[in-house]
């Protein structure tokens, strides 16, 4: 009798805490597990920003939370796997400014960008910088860089993460400001294309810092410029673009949280709080600081605004620049 009269009140507890929205994540209640699919391979600036907060958001979320890397087809097999997932706050996905620009670039998705989604914060941005193979490109600045390629158009080649990324976008467009041509190398991510540029297999490419930092201390990997509208605190002693002759140009990078399409405010919110609290976490601070990512985490309402000007934004660009869908 005891037995019976202690499960009732376990099961009326549990029936209470999950109607006041206490517990929003139906299958943390079955694994204590939240997945974070990212659509970029390992190595990128994405992945190492989320390998990063991990312990941290785990902490928020009260569970453990595991990296899932599925970087198919430049991204797009991480996001159908995303937005076929449940949308019980168990399977997130951190991105970056790839998801808005896909639409642009792509015949066809096999979802709606924002619609199959559930936009849930823009957390910040990663500085972008051009780098060269110096064995294979003999320069050490953006002038030096342009002169080589207009001597030679459609000789030197450049990598990127997979056509239509924003790592593609960003090179096609300092081509286009410059007014210089270079051939592109599409990777199924960025780890395969930071490997071949460091074996010279692709002469130059642009990255996220995270991706490249350690590799221009050594030496191994040449910068040209950074992509931001200034000087980045984290590396100082690169110029911008627009320092070195294309007035105003920047290109910038940002990352975000999302989740599957129908979850209920209280997911958001839980989801939400999380990642305020693991970027405002002492640790996360310093390494998105070595990382040189500056952190300003929107609201949900203010990402799904973002997402959906961005969206407008970059098929502008994209038109610019005259790529083509794939």
């Known amino acids: 009798m005891a037995k019976s009269v202690r499960r009732r ?13 206490a517990l929003p994540f139906a299958a943390l209640a079955q694994s204590g597990t ?6 970029n391979a390992t190595g990128s600036g994405v992945d190492a920003i989320t390998r990063a907060a991990a312990p941290a ?5 009260g569970a453990s939370v595991v990296v899932d890397n599925q970087p198919g087809a430049g991204g797009i097999v991480g996001l159908q796997a995303l937005a076929r997932s449940a949308p019980d706050g168990s399977t997130l996905s951190m991105v970056s400014n790839n998801v808005v620009i896909f639409p642009s670039v792509m015949k066809s998705l096999p979802f709606d960008m924002p619609g199959d989604f559930t936009p849930i914060a823009v957390v910040g941005a990663t500085p972008m910088v051009m780098v060269v193979n110096p064995q294979k490109v003999a320069a050490s600045n953006a002038r030096e860089f342009f002169a080589l390629l207009k001597a030679k158009p459609n000789t030197y080649n450049f990598g990127s993460g997979g056509n239509g990324t924003i790592l593609h976008l960003a090179s096609e467009l300092v081509l286009d400001a410059a007014g210089v041509k270079a051939r592109h190398i599409p990777y ?9 540029l460091l074996s010279g297999q692709i002469d130059f490419a642009t990255a996220a810092m995270p991706s ?10 040449r910068p040209i410029a950074m992509l931001t509208p200034q000087r ?29 399409k129908g979850m209920s405010a209280a997911s958001v919110k839980k989801a ?8 405002d976490d002492a640790a996360v601070k310093d390494a998105m600081a070595k990382q040189g990512n500056p952190i300003h985490v929107g609201t949900p ?6 997402f959906r000007s961005e969206l407008a934004k970059y098929a502008a660009l994209v038109k610019k620049v005259g790529l083509e869908p794939q």
């Open 212 to 221: 490249v930092q350690a590799h221009i201390k050594s030496g191994a990997l």
């Open 188 to 196: 199924k991510g960025v780890g395969p294309m930071v490997t071949d």
């Open 301 to 306: 309402e203010q990402a799904q605004a973002a």
């Open 232 to 260: 980045a605190p984290v590396a100082p002693e690169i110029p911008t673009f627009a320092e070195q002759g294309l007035a105003n140009f920047a290109v910038e990078a940002w990352f975000a949280v999302i989740g599957p």
């Open 34 to 39: 939240v997945k974070f699919i990212l659509p």
């Open 272 to 279: 939400h709080d999380a990642v305020v609290a693991a970027f």
């Open 57 to 61: 958001l785990g902490k928020a979320l």
């Open 9 to 21: 009140q376990l099961l009326a507890a549990g029936t209470a805490l999950a109607a006041s929205g």
